[in-house]
């Protein structure tokens, strides 16, 4: 219920900024310039004698000078501190808005109530020193996250609604403690201690009221500037508070604040109005009383002369102030920037210790690779909270540009207008030294003598790379087999590298692609054939996804932009509702491989004599014999015309198991060879597997693993992290997964994307473990 209120006022005031700021700014005007309750302004020396001139004097002034200094200084550490975070403006701003309009505010209520506003200078270091500029940045947190302007409205109404009650305590707690002291005999406590009340409540207001509306216009423009998009700046600034949203208050500090709360009530209950019953109040004396109106008199000059009068002869120590806070503000602004130079620095050294242990990884072996990778993702823990914010906020003669991070729920859509090109693959900082053409020293040698050191002992290690190159091209050496040949893997790939150079114009085409360091050997006759390089992809994880009460971190390699994060975002979604089941309700991998017989009828009798369950067991007795996993569950026979397609149906562990399956069926089809002889294999593969193509089949009898996941996701989950409505969803999945696919005459299932996840997951991952 409370929420509620606070959430309502929340959204009222960020949605109407300018009615906020110019009602609030008018009514300030009126009441500074003419007062409601008194019949004039009384200030101290000009129109007014006061009693109280001479006290400042000596060691009081001095007090008070020092007091006021050390507010200043105070006040200059929150907003370095606040540097320090990667913003120099943009939350200063936000902190001085809330100084300036508590202070005016300040006034305004001093003069409502038709006090000395001269009195408001013993109050200053109260004042300062009660501005606790992390609640200006608690809430600019929740409206900088935001996408668009609606939600900038609605995640500043849910910011005041989160930390509006805990602020409300916190100043109730302040003004009773403060006020504790107008209950003593000592005036000038009693004064200090009335502003100081004043001067809560007055911060209290124009952070409820006019720092949201503030807060919002601010945004607006700036998007409005930015053709609609949030501006860099403001995206790494929510990044940097980022952390400020899961600091929820403490239920225990809160019990404590109520009770000390209470008690703190009774004793002014009990000091004001059942101790001193039917006198005026102390608060109000303190402000005015009838004695006032005997010291009033006519001033003898101007009020502004009279103020720089003032500020030049009898109150140096707010000249000696005035002049620490310029000196201050002018540090800050022009001699802080070695904070941002020290991150940046640091920035750089971390990333370069990074590139190093990873590469170091790389040659080790997969194991250290573990090892140093969970040092790596430690260190950028570490470092990842300066690193987003400096980046952005400061410009080194050669910085990394991030596009996107991973677990940032608020992701990022920001263009790069730096570049049209529909696919930007330039690599601005290139790791990759290009391959050195280094002259021989000798001249190549003959062919015979090349091709008698060839079968020497020695073989390839004594020839020259012109010499190997020229024996390839006599057709001696199979391109194919240079890494065999010389027993030496990398050196097989810079020769191929080299060929392909000299039948190319450009000789720089290859500059950008590695080619050593790289296991090799692990490579030949399995996964790639005239390799002349390797092309890194960056490797990304997504999750924890829970699965069946298990958690799962996904690696996914691709260079697709968010989609690691959208993926993550889903995981997150996912995990945040309980979690998914699954459960596999079909296992079989298929090959198909296609036969002809000599007439239709014989094709026919084939395809009965397969279908009998007994010769089914014949078949599989042979299909079986090839594997240690695979093992044939059934046959799905089709004829057409002479032709005859037999589907072996099999299962084959955790692997995706072709090549299991290819060998089973050349052995089947090796025994129905002999049980009649005038069958013709015409291939391995007759396309009814179905294999790497969309197909009917596929979907309707099953390829591989069927699994069926289930899900329920809450509607306040959907709206907070997924950012929209289950009615929203409910729709699109109709108008566009279900209507959309039919439509395009989709075989299989009607879903918005699954095969660049399968495929970054695959690409990760791989198929078969060799390292």
């Not at 300066?386 to 677990?407: A, D, H, L, R």
Request: aromatic letters at 8%; one cysteine or more.
């Amino acid at each position: 219920m409370l929420s509620d209120i606070y959430h309502t006022h929340g959204y009222f005031c960020a949605s109407h900024p300018w009615e906020i700021i110019i009602g609030s700014v008018t009514v300030t005007t009126c009441l500074l310039s003419v007062s409601l309750f008194t019949a004039g302004s009384r200030i101290c020396g000009w129109n007014y004698v006061c009693e109280n001139d001479k006290e400042e004097e000596g060691s009081d002034l001095m007090i008070l000078t020092v007091t006021r200094c050390l507010a200043v200084m105070y006040l200059y550490l929150q907003f370095r501190n606040i540097r320090q975070l990667g913003s120099k403006y943009l939350l200063g701003i936000s902190g001085s808005l809330m100084i300036i309009s508590s202070f005016v505010l300040t006034a305004v209520i001093v003069k409502v109530f038709g006090g000395n506003i001269s009195g408001l200078g013993e109050a200053l270091p109260f004042f300062l020193l009660l501005v606790d500029l992390s609640k200006a940045c608690a809430l600019a947190q929740y409206a900088l996250k935001s996408k668009t302007q609606e939600e900038v409205q609605t995640n500043i109404a849910e910011g005041i609604s989160s930390i509006g009650p805990a602020i409300t305590l916190d100043s109730i707690c302040e003004v009773l403690v403060i006020g504790v002291g107008t209950l003593s005999d000592v005036k000038q406590l009693d004064s200090m201690c009335c502003y100081g009340c004043l001067s809560v409540v007055a911060h209290y207001l124009a952070f409820m009221v006019f720092y949201p509306a503030c807060l919002s216009l601010i945004i607006q423009i700036t998007r409005t500037r930015n053709n609609g998009r949030p501006l860099l700046q403001l995206q790494q600034l929510a990044r940097v508070l980022e952390k400020e949203e899961e600091k929820k208050p403490n239920p225990v500090i809160q019990h404590i604040k109520m009770i000390m709360s209470a008690g703190l009530m009774i004793v002014h209950i009990h000091s004001r109005f059942i101790t001193e019953e039917g006198e005026k109040s102390r608060f109000s004396s303190l402000l005015t009383t009838t004695e006032m109106l005997e010291r009033d008199r006519q001033p003898e000059m101007p009020l502004v002369q009279f103020y720089l009068l003032r500020l030049l002869t009898h109150h140096i120590d707010y000249t000696f102030m005035f002049v620490l806070a310029v000196f201050l503000t002018v540090k800050y602004v022009f001699y802080d920037d070695h904070i941002e130079e020290e991150l940046t620095r640091k920035l750089e050294e971390a990333s370069q210790t990074r590139r190093r242990e990873l590469s170091d990884s790389l040659r080790d072996g997969t194991s250290q690779t573990t090892e140093s990778m969970d040092n790596i993702v430690q260190s950028q823990d570490e470092t990842d909270f300066k690193q987003k914010n400096t980046v952005s906020f400061t410009q080194p003669t050669e910085t990394i540009e991030f596009k996107f991070s991973i677990g940032d729920d608020s992701d990022s859509e920001e263009e790069d207008k730096s570049s049209d090109k529909g696919v930007q693959t330039e690599n601005k900082m290139s790791h990759y030294k290009p391959l050195q053409r280094l002259p021989s020293l000798q001249p190549p040698r003959s062919m015979e003598q090349c091709l008698e050191i060839l079968n020497s002992d020695g073989g390839p290690s004594l020839l020259t790379d012109e010499e190997i190159i020229s024996l390839v091209k006599s057709r001696h050496i199979p391109a194919y087999k240079l890494e065999i040949m010389l027993n030496d893997f990398e050196r097989g790939v810079v020769i191929r590298r080299e060929m392909l150079l000299n039948t190319l114009k450009q000789s720089s085409v290859l500059d950008n692609l590695p080619y050593s360091d790289y296991a090799y050997e692990y490579v030949n006759g399995a996964c790639c054939e005239n390799v002349i390089g390797y092309m890194p992809v960056p490797v990304g994880v997504a999750g924890p996804l829970l699965l069946n009460g298990k958690l799962f971190h996904v690696p996914m390699a691709t260079t697709e932009g968010c989609l690691v994060a959208s993926t993550n975002r889903g995981c997150k979604a996912l995990e945040q509702s309980g979690g998914v089941t699954s459960v596999v309700i079909n296992d079989g991998m298929t090959r198909a491989p296609v036969v002809r017989f000599s007439s239709a009828k014989r094709a026919s009798e084939v395809k009965k004599w397969l279908e009998d369950k007994d010769n089914q067991n014949k078949v599989k007795e042979s299909f079986d014999t090839t594997s240690r996993f695979a093992r044939l569950t059934s046959l799905h026979i089709v004829q057409a015309g002479k032709l005859l397609y037999i589907r072996f149906i099999a299962v084959t562990g955790d692997a995706m198991g072709m090549n299991m399956l290819s060998k089973g069926s050349e052995k089947a089809l090796a025994m129905l060879s002999l049980e009649f002889a005038d069958m013709e294999i015409l291939s391995l593969s007759g396309n009814f597997c179905t294999d790497k193509k969309a197909a009917a089949v596929n979907w309707l009898e099953g390829r591989g693993k069927s699994v069926v996941c289930e899900a329920v996701i809450p509607a306040h989950i959907v709206e907070k992290l997924l950012k929209t409505t289950v009615q929203t969803l409910v729709d699109l999945n109709i108008s566009k997964n279900l209507v959309g696919s039919a439509m395009a005459g989709s075989i299989g299932g009607y879903n918005a994307h699954a095969a660049n996840i399968v495929t970054a997951i695959f690409i990760a991952t791989g198929q078969v473990k060799k390292l």
